[in-house]
């Protein structure tokens, strides 16, 4: 059985009350691990790309306001 097995068993045997705190933790988690990466990637340059590309299509007048 893999670590993934072994806690979708555990998580199916919370309460609902600890299953409410777990999915609030995950999520909290989960946000923190993204907004690493992301400034990861903003960091080292992933992002330099996409980001002139964007200012090159608004500078062009391919964008519209949302």
Do not use: C, H, N
Request: no cysteine; aromatic share 10%; charged share 40%.
């Amino acid at each position: 059985m893999t670590r993934i097995q072994k806690l979708e068993q555990e998580v199916r045997k919370l309460a609902p009350s600890e299953l409410a705190a777990f999915r609030k933790w995950f999520q909290d988690y989960d946000s923190d691990q993204w907004d690493r990466q992301i400034e990861e990637d903003a960091l080292t340059g992933k992002l330099d790309r996409l980001a002139q590309k964007a200012l090159a299509d608004y500078k062009a007048g391919k964008t519209s306001e949302l």
